[in-house]
Every structure is written in C-alpha cells, then in structure tokens.
C-alpha cells in the first residue's frame, strides 16, 4: 500500500477537542484558544485520519526517510508527519530535531536491582532538551497563523528552545524565567539566542500565571505545553522510541513530572500508536517528582487511598510554595495535569516522588553509565529504584527511562554534588549532602612521582 502525503484538504478535517467527556466542544485547527472557551479544560488535537493507514507501510515509509536528505524527512519529528496536524507543504521551523538516541544502561540497571534498563536520551537535542520535539510543531503553527510575537513561562529549558526556535524562524520571543532561579547556562543559551529576557520575582507559577493573562492578548502566542500544537509534536517521540524497540514496547516507561506536558504527550502518543496497529501494547507510564514539588504525587496517593476508602475521589491541590535543586521542575500547579492523569491511569501507571538525596545519586549513577543528564532527568532512575523496592517493577521487566536534559543544563550541581556541597544553600529537604557517589577533584604538585602516586591509586 501506498501512502500518500498528509493533504491540505486532509488536514483540515482536524480539530482541537475539549479534553472534558462532558463536554467535548471543538476549535478549529486555526483558532488561537489555549483551552476550552466553554468549560476551561485542555485541549487534544483530533486528527481525524481518513486513510486507512497501513502499519507496515508506515513503518517502511519513515525508515525510508532516514536515506533523504531533506530536513523535513530527517528531522526526528517530521519525519513522523503522518501523526501530525499539519499538511506536506507546512512551512516547517526545524533545527533537525529528535533523533536521540537510546543506551544501554548496565551500572544504572544494577543501581536499581534491574536486569537491563534503557535510557532515551532527549538531552541529546539542538537546544538540550525534549522541548525542541514539541517547539519545532509549536513555531511552525505560529508561522502558519502568522504570529509576530512567541512568549512563554520557563524553568530555563522551554525558553532555550522557544528562543531557538523563534530565531531560526525570524520571530520575536519574550521568555519569562523566576528570578534567579534558572541555571546560567540556559540563561545563556536563550540570552544569545536573542530572545527578550524577562526575570519575574517570584517561582515559576507566578511566571506561568502571568503568562496566562499575557496571552488574552491576540497579536501573542503562548507555546508552553498547555499549547496543544506543543504536544503533538512531543508525541513523536512515541514512535520514535517505539522504532528504535523494533515496536516492541518496555514494560514500563519513567518520565520525570514537572509541568507534566511531556507525559501527557506520551500517553497520547502512545494511544494513538496503538490505535494505528503500530504497537500491541502500552507501557506503564510511571511519573516521577522531586519530594518539594510533587502535586501529582500527592494527587496520586489521595486517590489511590479514596478508591480503596470509597470516598469521592480527591481533586488536585497545587504545592504553594514548591521547592527543589532539580529547578526544572520545581513547579507547584502544573498546567497539563489532567491529561498526564489520563496518561497514568490510561496505562495502568502510577505516580511517586523521590528525595534530593535519591535524585542527586542517580544522576552520579547515570554520569557512570558514560550518559549524564540534569537533575530533573534523573528523578527517573531514582524513581524506578524505588519502584523495583517496592515490588511494582520486577527486575526481568523491560523498562525505558526518559533523560529530557543535557548534563551541561546544569552544571553548577553537577560539582557541588562531587565536592559535598550541594545542600549547603539550604534548598534541599537537608542540608547535607552525603554524596555518596563524590567524585573529588585532587590537587596534585606538577611533578611525575606526585602524579604517579595518585595515579597508582586509581581502581576501576
Ligand atoms: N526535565 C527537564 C529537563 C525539564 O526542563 C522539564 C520541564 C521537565 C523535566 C518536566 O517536564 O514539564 O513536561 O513535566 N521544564 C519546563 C521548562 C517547565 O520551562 O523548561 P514537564
């Protein structure tokens, strides 16, 4: 079977849906609305697929465009625009995104008492982050609305890649960050980038609310993951992943949980993978938080404990005043969390947090296994050692852990972990850091005998 190419008549037949059953009213692909205008819930895009695709011809048709040598085939989310609400001659914003790879894990594996674990490295983007996979869909729409100005509330990683993005575009782009709260380095990345640097006093909440409000306006878009064209974008790594597994699904899939787009774009994606007949099988999709910002965890609990109580089932309560060293997702009231619920829920998954003492060692771990990630990253591999503690992940199962940033997002944490120094400014739930994994730094003489002795004493 032979596929043709997502058509401009055929994507026009997609929608933007109400997330809410009840409710269920649906925009136009073209419409500017963030959420629903009658109940206030997220929105989905609804590709409404009218060929039958066939599975294998849409597996041998996007490895077929690995041989290309058009951005538009090779990029690690265009490649996959069979999945996606834009039609052929879409005037595509790509810096060739997605592509990441996926390690074998073994020290990480052994770490959490596992046989094998994999690890899918998102850090390995053009900006160090997953958010390119969902940035390179949202800026492309904001061309084809002929948007003049892009904003966002950030933790420092969504502003790196809208600032990327809106320049290789050549869009203007203001990013709000909290003060002082962002590491330097992605600072850095949306400073060069260009984009209008706005530090807001307060946490990235008061950012995200901020935001909000900004976005009533019509001449501004808002690509935060509460944009759905983000989503659809960040969904791709589904396929991707499941590629990459030769369509064989893991057992379980981590993902660390901060503003909880990228779990709710799993869960999507996944879903409609399924529904396509490209997999048989979802994973357990399993959330990750760091113990200070863990609303959903705590939501998670409260309704694992109101179904066994039969009570009415507990709603969601944001952390005021979220705290953590993995600043990433140091986010109290997380926007997309319905959807990352259904995600959960939808898989048979659950939702847990981890301390910053759990989250600092695994990051050491993972930096062993020769991979690295930031913090935030590493909540998953914490996350799953307790997981397999607890009995709810068995050592043979399969499982995949998703690393969304570059080990040089922050590196500030990387040495304070490694020179005991971590906790010593007080954020953490301690001020200690045991460090059990320190990899000192030793001052040595510029001398051959001095060297040699430190030297002979290296042990693997
Ligand atoms: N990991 C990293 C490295 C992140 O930057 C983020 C979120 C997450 C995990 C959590 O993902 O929000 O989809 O649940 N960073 C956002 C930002 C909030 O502004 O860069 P999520």
Not at 7 to 20: D, G, L, M, T
Not at 40 to 48: A, K, Q, T, V, W
């Given at each position: 079977?032979?596929?043709?190419?997502?058509?401009?008549?055929?994507?026009?037949?997609?929608?933007q849906?109400?997330?809410?059953?009840?409710?269920?009213?649906?925009?136009?692909?073209?419409e500017?609305?963030?959420?629903?205008?009658?109940?206030?819930?997220?929105?989905?895009?609804?590709?409404n697929v009218?060929?039958a695709?066939?599975?294998?011809?849409?597996?041998?048709?996007?490895r077929?465009?690995?041989?290309?040598?058009?951005?538009?085939?090779?990029?690690?989310?265009?490649?996959?625009?069979e999945?996606l609400?834009?039609a052929?001659?879409?005037?595509?914003?790509?810096?060739?995104?997605?592509?990441?790879?996926?390690?074998?894990?073994?020290r990480?594996?052994?770490?959490?008492?596992?046989?094998?674990?994999?690890?899918k490295?998102?850090?390995?983007?053009?900006?160090?982050?997953?958010?390119?996979?969902?940035m390179?869909t949202?800026?492309?729409?904001?061309?084809?609305?002929?948007?003049?100005?892009?904003?966002?509330?950030?933790t420092?990683?969504?502003?790196?890649?809208?600032?990327?993005?809106?320049?290789?575009?050549?869009?203007?782009?203001?990013?709000?960050?909290?003060?002082?709260q962002?590491?330097?380095?992605?600072?850095?990345?949306?400073?060069?980038?260009?984009a209008?640097v706005?530090e807001?006093?307060?946490?990235?909440?008061?950012c995200?609310?901020?935001?909000?409000?900004?976005?009533e306006?019509?001449?501004?878009?808002?690509?935060?993951?509460?944009n759905?064209?983000?989503?659809?974008?960040?969904?791709?790594?589904?396929?991707?992943l499941?590629?990459?597994l030769?369509?064989?699904?893991?057992?379980?899939?981590?993902?660390?949980?901060?503003?909880?787009?990228?779990?709710?774009?799993?869960?999507k994606?996944l879903?409609?993978?399924?529904e396509?007949?490209?997999?048989?099988?979802?994973?357990?999709?399993?959330?990750?938080?760091?113990?200070?910002?863990?609303?959903?965890?705590?939501l998670?609990?409260?309704?694992?404990?109101?179904?066994?109580?039969?009570n009415?089932?507990a709603?969601?309560?944001?952390?005021?005043h979220?705290?953590t060293?993995?600043?990433a997702?140091?986010?109290?009231?997380?926007?997309?969390?319905?959807?990352?619920w259904?995600?959960?829920?939808q898989?048979?998954?659950?939702?847990?947090?981890?301390?910053?003492?759990?989250?600092?060692?695994a990051?050491?771990i993972?930096?062993?296994?020769?991979?690295?990630?930031?913090?935030?990253?590493?909540?998953?591999?914490?996350?799953?050692?307790?997981?397999?503690?607890?009995?709810?992940i068995?050592?043979?199962q399969?499982?995949?852990?998703i690393l969304?940033?570059?080990?040089?997002?922050?590196?500030?944490?990387?040495?304070?972990?490694?020179?005991?120094?971590?906790?010593?400014?007080?954020?953490?739930?301690?001020?200690?850091?045991?460090?059990?994994?320190?990899?000192?730094?030793?001052?040595?003489?510029?001398?051959?005998?001095s060297?040699?002795?430190?030297?002979?004493q290296l042990?693997?």
């Amino acid at each position: 079977m032979t596929i043709s190419e997502p058509s401009r008549e055929s994507v026009s037949q997609a929608k933007q849906r109400c997330i809410e059953p009840k409710c269920g009213a649906s925009y136009g692909l073209n419409e500017r609305v963030y959420v629903c205008k009658s109940c206030g819930s997220l929105l989905d895009l609804e590709l409404n697929v009218e060929q039958a695709f066939d599975a294998n011809s849409l597996r041998s048709l996007w490895r077929e465009r690995l041989q290309s040598l058009e951005l538009r085939d090779r990029s690690g989310v265009w490649r996959y625009r069979e999945l996606l609400p834009f039609a052929n001659d879409a005037p595509i914003v790509s810096l060739n995104e997605g592509n990441t790879p996926l390690y074998d894990a073994p020290r990480c594996a052994d770490y959490c008492a596992l046989d094998s674990l994999l690890l899918k490295h998102q850090g390995c983007n053009p900006t160090g982050s997953f958010k390119d996979t969902g940035m390179t869909t949202a800026v492309t729409q904001a061309r084809i609305l002929g948007v003049r100005l892009l904003v966002c509330a950030s933790t420092g990683n969504t502003s790196a890649s809208l600032a990327a993005y809106a320049a290789r575009a050549g869009l203007l782009c203001a990013i709000m960050v909290p003060e002082g709260q962002v590491s330097h380095a992605k600072l850095a990345q949306s400073l060069d980038y260009g984009a209008k640097v706005l530090e807001i006093e307060g946490n990235f909440d008061a950012c995200m609310r901020a935001m909000r409000e900004l976005a009533e306006d019509e001449s501004i878009y808002l690509v935060n993951s509460i944009n759905p064209f983000r989503i659809e974008g960040q969904k791709t790594v589904a396929a991707e992943l499941a590629e990459q597994l030769n369509w064989q699904m893991p057992d379980h899939l981590v993902v660390p949980g901060g503003n909880l787009g990228n779990s709710s774009a799993f869960g999507k994606g996944l879903w409609e993978l399924r529904e396509l007949g490209l997999i048989d099988r979802l994973p357990q999709i399993s959330v990750i938080q760091a113990e200070g910002a863990a609303p959903f965890a705590h939501l998670f609990a409260r309704r694992a404990s109101a179904a066994l109580e039969e009570n009415a089932a507990a709603d969601f309560v944001a952390t005021e005043h979220p705290t953590t060293l993995a600043s990433a997702i140091k986010i109290g009231a997380p926007v997309s969390w319905q959807k990352a619920w259904r995600a959960v829920r939808q898989s048979g998954g659950c939702v847990l947090s981890v301390t910053e003492q759990q989250i600092a060692d695994a990051k050491a771990i993972i930096g062993s296994d020769g991979v690295g990630c930031e913090p935030a990253s590493a909540t998953t591999v914490a996350g799953i050692k307790k997981l397999v503690a607890e009995g709810k992940i068995r050592s043979g199962q399969t499982v995949v852990a998703i690393l969304t940033g570059h080990i040089l997002k922050d590196p500030d944490y990387v040495t304070k972990y490694h020179l005991g120094k971590l906790f010593e400014d007080g954020e953490g739930e301690e001020r200690r850091n045991n460090g059990s994994f320190a990899n000192h730094p030793v001052r040595v003489k510029a001398d051959r005998q001095s060297i040699m002795k430190v030297l002979d004493q290296l042990k693997y």
